[in-house]
């Protein structure tokens, strides 16, 4: 769906971080004092974009559901730093009435920062309208937007049975087949998360037979510890057994 090289966007380490690591405190007293949240609603709507980014940047810090609105009419603001900034901050106050504006600008935001802000928002906002996307984004994104995409699918555990039954497929063919290591760590990650609210059934044991599949082959060290993380952490019988067998014949 989305070019790799897409307005110069996000393939260095950098680009595979936290969406909210590199976003600077509003003020050098911030874990003191937040921002004054009234003041802060008032510069959403400011003229001037870099007034709009900074504000909706300390919602990141604050959580008030008066800013929901003005939030998601950023979604659709002219400068790419405001919107992403807004998908930030929607994150940090997860909003059911957000979700369909985030689907929305998912779908059209040709700007692959925005775009991977969005999703880490829809994974907060924790909605079953958020699976289609964040699994076609898993499917067809360049790959920052995939890694994100992949743990906000984790946060699905806590939504409904059939939701976590729709995103364990898709988790599985990104484990096997993505090209990138960090997506393929992220859905051997998230696959564990959702294991853990599933019954013993066939989903179930495929997502187990997937895990004990990356543990096993993938070329990757990372991938590979983090599928032996999500089958420790599952505690499935036949994950831990294959995990003590191969590590006392030698093969890590």
């Keep these: 769906m989305y070019d790799e090289d897409d307005i110069k966007l996000l393939e260095t380490e950098a680009d595979l971080e936290s969406p909210l690591d590199h976003i600077e405190p509003i003020t050098a007293e911030s874990e003191v004092a937040k921002p004054d949240p009234d003041l802060m609603l008032q510069l959403l ?19 008030d ?23 930030y901050a929607i994150g940090r106050n997860p909003s059911a009435d957000a979700v369909e504006p985030l689907i929305n600008q998912l779908n059209r935001d040709f700007n692959g920062y925005v775009r991977k802000g969005v999703v880490w928002a829809l994974g907060n906002c924790r909605d079953r309208r958020s699976l289609i996307p964040l699994t076609n984004a898993l499917r067809t994104d360049i790959s920052a937007v995939r890694l994100w995409s992949a743990s906000a699918l984790a946060q699905m555990a806590g939504v409904a049975y059939e939701v976590i039954i729709g995103a364990i497929p898709p988790l599985i063919e990104s484990l096997v087949q993505d090209p990138t290591a960090a997506v393929r760590s992220n859905s051997a990650w998230a696959i564990g998360q959702l294991c853990k609210e599933l019954p013993s059934n066939v989903v179930y044991a495929t997502a187990i037979d997937a895990l004990i599949q990356a543990f096993a082959e993938d070329k990757d060290l990372g991938v590979r510890e983090d599928a032996k993380a ?3 952490g599952v505690g499935d019988p036949r994950g831990l057994q294959l ?6 014949e030698g093969w890590f």
């Design 45 to 63: 709507e400011n003229p001037l974009s870099q007034q709009r980014m900074l504000a909706a940047r300390a919602f990141c810090d604050i959580q």
């Design 65 to 87: 559901q008066r800013a929901i609105p003005h939030l998601i009419h950023l979604l659709t603001d002219n400068c790419p730093l405001v919107r992403v900034s807004a998908a």
């Design 230 to 232: 999500s089958l420790l």
């Design 243 to 248: 995990i003590e067998t191969l590590e006392q």
